[in-house]
């Protein structure tokens, strides 16, 4: 299924484990160099800003390929176009197989662009071809932007084509689920409770019985987004405001109360501290950011509708809270050597909080580096016995 050599795959992955290592102090640049000699790769693009610039480049050659075609063909033809298109698509999808397996391109930013304008090709083909029928057109692109990006990530592994996969299935089951039951604005946020529930166990699962790397960072994206998506299910502010606007009853006084108003509320609370629990507990990274996001979420979503204290109280006694929680916690794993700790993380940069406090010293108090006075190029000694280098034999 994968479309990428083997052998070269495994050493790419290989490759970026001895990058961690020698960024971790593990092993020196010359070990690094020697195992990547030993170990050939595909060719891929580290450097973002170079990967982005590729990839508008990519743009412009797989453009001008469709517009020259264009040209040449579609002038003698009236009605064949929506074929021309699919054809586009084909070209793309052959261009990245191309790229993949006779170049080894792997996230090189050319062949993304092309991956990724043959599935916009594709997509925009689909709805040509269903426009006549309203709901059939929307539900056909969502359909296709589901399989289409599923069978490319498990042949090319972009991490933006699993992401692809989790809006087209969310998007799916949303219009569904909304134009085709007739309790579908009702249940709507309890189905994707459940489908994301679901979903985040199963790539839990995946993630545990996985043997090989190939598929690890797409599933991680699964997991995060399912986490997203089971909070913002149930946070009472999306509910209200998306309620409102589908049912088009939003008024000049602001969205009408929702049923089960009390037990969303409960869930906006309740669910960021879970994550925060369940982060610390199981030393969940991800969990422990997208928790933080959810619990500011949370009180954004309370003040919009509760205005219990002015603005400027709320944040100083937020930030009041929070600096008393940090400290507590500092002091509580500053010397704990397993578990959650303050200890620094030897695959992060050992050094970059020590220069940031440097930097935020200097910036605040006008601390200047000292600097070293260069040694006169006048040698004094021999002062024995009255100094300035006079010696006592005169």
């Known amino acids: 299924m994968i479309a990428y050599n083997k052998t070269l795959l495994d050493n790419f992955y290989l490759n970026e484990e001895v990058r961690v290592l020698k960024k971790a102090g593990f092993i020196n640049p010359e070990q690094q160099n020697t195992f990547e000699k030993k170990h ?79 599935i916009s090709a594709l ?41 692809l996969v989790c809006m087209g299935i969310t998007a799916t089951l949303a219009y569904s689920v909304f134009n085709y039951l007739i309790i579908g604005k009702t249940i709507l946020p309890f189905v994707f409770l459940l489908y994301s529930g679901i979903f985040y166990f199963l790539a839990k699962k995946a993630l545990q019985n996985l043997t090989l790397p190939y598929y690890y960072q797409g599933l991680k994206l699964v997991q995060g987004f399912c986490l997203i998506l089971f909070y913002l299910a149930g946070n009472y502010y999306v509910v209200r405001e998306l309620n409102a606007s589908l049912s088009e009853s939003y008024f000049e006084g602001g969205s009408p109360e929702i ?42 979503s309370f003040r919009i509708y509760h205005h219990i204290l002015p603005t400027e109280v709320a ?58 006075v260069e040694d006169s190029p006048i040698e004094f000694g021999g002062g024995g016995f009255s100094g300035g280098g006079s010696s006592g034999e005169f």
């Open 259 to 300: 049923p089960f108003a009390l037990l969303f509320w409960a869930f906006t609370i309740i669910t960021p501290i879970a994550y925060l629990f369940f982060s610390l507990k199981n030393k969940d990274r991800m969990m422990l950011w997208i928790g933080f996001l959810a619990f500011c979420f949370s009180i954004f």
């Open 315 to 372: 944040l100083s006694i937020g930030g009041l809270l929070l600096f008393a929680f940090t400290y507590f916690a500092i002091k509580k794993t500053k010397y704990k050597e397993t578990g959650i700790t303050f200890k620094v993380d030897r695959f992060t940069n050992p050094d970059a909080f020590a220069n940031l406090q440097i930097i935020v010293s200097a910036s605040q108090l006008g601390i200047k580096p000292e600097v070293k």
């Open 123 to 163: 997509l925009i083909a689909v709805g040509l071809t269903f426009e006549k029928n309203y709901d059939t057109n929307y539900l056909a692109i969502l359909v296709v932007m589901a399989i289409i990006s599923s069978v490319t990530y498990l042949r090319y592994l972009n991490i933006t084509l699993a992401l």
């Open 40 to 118: 050939p790769q595909l060719k891929t693009q580290n450097n973002i800003f170079m990967r982005i610039g590729l990839f508008i480049l990519g743009l412009f050659l797989y453009s001008s390929i469709c517009g020259m075609l264009s040209l040449l063909v579609l002038g003698n033809s009236e009605n064949e176009y929506l074929y021309f298109i699919y054809f586009f698509a084909l070209i793309g999808f052959a261009t990245k197989e191309y790229m993949s397996k006779a170049l080894l391109y792997f996230g090189y930013g050319l062949d993304d662009a092309f991956i990724l304008g043959a």
